[in-house]
Each structure stands twice: as structure tokens, then as C-alpha cells.
């Protein structure tokens, strides 16, 4: 039986289509992931359109993987959203909703784990870890954290 959705929320102070311009451009994850190191756009993709496909590379510690993302949703200042496979096994859907709140933007972060039970199972050991979602629910809160942080510094005057 499939879990809950993680949901993390963080009101930011920019604007929607800041927020949305920002996680869509998945070659700069890695400023504010703790374990996602950045992306690239594979194929013939070059922008976040529904269909595109990147590759995303991690780094935890030693371990290191890359998976394969394909967006299933690009609504500028609304929602930005892509699964991701290993080697043909789907492993989770990400998504980053964005909504006026203010003088900023409500942005909430989704994780939906996709992986088969076997594959869930073995993740952990084989990751160092003793719980998967508290340690994604953890690094989740960060990201948004980190977001907010490049928002903040990409509207300073330089």
C-alpha cells in the first residue's frame, strides 16, 4: 500500500514565477539540495517542458547515483513536477506547487515514493539509512530553506 505524500511548506519572499524560474532550472538544484549535486537536460531537451527528460546526479556521503527525470508538469509560477526512474523502475514523484501569500509565495514541496515494495525494502541498507522518509522529509525542509536563501540573493542588486 502506497504511503502518504511527504508535503513540506515555506513561505518565501518572492514572487511565484521567481520561485518557479528557479526549481525548473534543474542544472541549479544542487545550490540548495543537500544531496541532489544538479541536473541536465538529456536528449533533445533544453527547458522544462512536459515530456523533457533530465538526468539528475546525488551525492550522499560516498555514495553517488544519478537517476532519470521526466517533467510531467511545467506550469510557470504555479507547479513544476517530474518523476524519477532508476533504470527503468519508478522511484518517486517530485513536485513544487507556488502560491501568492502576501509579500512572498507559499511553496510546498511534495515527495511521492513510487518505488516497489522490494525496491523500498533494499533502499535503505544499500543507502545508509533507517528511515528514508524522515532523512527525505529532513532534506526537503532544507531545500525550501536554501530556496528561499537564492531568492533572497537573486533579488539583490549587484
Not at 504511503?3 to 540548495?32: C, F, H, N, Q
Not at 509579500?103 to 513510487?114: A, H, I, M, S
Request: proline content about 7%.
Amino acid at each position: 500500500m502506497p504511503l502518504e505524500p511527504l508535503r513540506v511548506e515555506e513561505k518565501i519572499a518572492a514572487t511565484p514565477d521567481e520561485l518557479y524560474a528557479l526549481v525548473s532550472d534543474v542544472t541549479r538544484t544542487g545550490e540548495w539540495s543537500p544531496e541532489n549535486i544538479g541536473g541536465r537536460w538529456i536528449g533533445s531537451a533544453d527547458a522544462p517542458v512536459v515530456g523533457a527528460k533530465f538526468r539528475g546526479s546525488n551525492r550522499r556521503g560516498f555514495r553517488r547515483w544519478s537517476t532519470t527525470c521526466t517533467v510531467v508538469t511545467a506550469d510557470p509560477g504555479k507547479e513544476f513536477a517530474f518523476e524519477v526512474g532508476f533504470y527503468g523502475i519508478p522511484v518517486a514523484r517530485w513536485g513544487y506547487e507556488f502560491a501568492p501569500a502576501g509579500d512572498g509565495t507559499l511553496v510546498t514541496e511534495t515527495w511521492n515514493d513510487r518505488r516497489p515494495r522490494w525496491f523500498a525494502l533494499a533502499a535503505g541498507p544499500v543507502m545508509g539509512l533507517s528511515d528514508v522518509r524522515t532523512h527525505t522529509e529532513q532534506n526537503m525542509r532544507t531545500t525550501l530553506a536554501r530556496l528561499g536563501e537564492a531568492a533572497v540573493q537573486a533579488s539583490q542588486p549587484s
